[in-house]
T-cell receptor, first 114, second 113 residues
Framework: DVKVTQSSRYLVKRTGEKVFLECVQD?????MFWYRQDPGLGLRLIYF???????EKGDIPEGYSVSREKKERFSLILESASTNQTSMYLC?????????????FGPGTRLTVL | GDSVTQMEGPVTLSEEACLTI???????????LFWYVQYPGEGLQLLLK?????DKGSNKGFEATYRKETTSFHLEKGSVQVSDSAVYFC????????????FGKGTSLLVTP
């Protein structure tokens, strides 16, 4: 059974802290994605990665960075957390290739920044 | 750029009622279209998909047909159950965005007994 796991389901941090959100997939997928989900806004793409050590900005990359040192792991980093980064963060992965390949999602991390 | 528009919720239906959630899209090229479902407290899971015009995706009694002429991918179910209560997201993927999914804002469905 395919699986995408995220390091925490719930996380509470303080303004200014550096925050790491980890995502691991066991499907040997080349592509990985980070989205944030907010009520009334749906899901918005933060960053994605085509392959190891490769990354591309999505629609809302400001205030975030990413790291992909190994194929199975894609980390989202909040360099200095702010209250407007309180959100649900969803990681996904997919096999490289045609647009018809589905993305598989993790359970999400609900981050609260105080 | 690519975009997806879906009807706003929340939608409240009685059990066994018919469901339609409208979804239209704007895209260049030939995107693939998806419906994802998010049950309370969970991540997203694929409900169905269609990769070319006139394809019909179906799963768990839900159906959607890829209509290129109307740029639509409406989700339908003939008889909903309480267990269908969830948030439904329409999405598209194309080579324009590196195959990242472009989502609609989601439609919350509540089915009452």
């Amino acid at each position: 059974d395919v699986k995408v796991t995220q390091s925490s389901r719930y996380l509470v941090k303080r303004t200014g802290e550096k925050v790491f959100l980890e995502c691991v997939q066991d499907m040997d997928h080349e592509n990985m994605f980070w989205y944030r989900q907010d009520p009334g806004l749906g899901l918005r793409l933060i960053y994605f990665s085509y392959d190891v050590k490769m990354k591309e900005k999505g629609d809302i990359p400001e205030g975030y960075s990413v790291s992909r040192e190994k194929k199975e792991r894609f980390s989202l980093i909040l360099e200095s957390a702010s209250t407007n980064q309180t959100s649900m963060y969803l990681c996904a992965s997919r096999a490289a290739g045609a647009s018809g390949y589905e993305q598989f999602f993790g359970p999400g991390t609900r981050l609260t920044v105080l | 750029g690519d975009s997806v528009t879906q009807m706003e919720g929340p939608v409240t239906l009685s059990e066994e009622a018919c469901l339609t959630i409208n979804c239209t899209y704007t895209a260049t090229g030939y995107p693939s279209l998806f419906w994802y479902v998010q049950y309370p407290g969970e991540g997203l899971q694929l409900l169905l998909k269609a990769t070319k015009a006139d394809d019909k995706g179906s799963n768990k009694g839900f159906e959607a047909t890829y209509r290129k002429e109307t740029t639509s991918f409406h989700l339908e179910k003939g008889s909903v159950q309480v267990s269908d209560s969830a948030v439904y997201f329409c999405a598209l993927a194309s080579s324009n965005s590196g195959y990242a999914l472009n989502f609609g804002k989601g439609t919350s469905l509540l089915v009452t007994p």
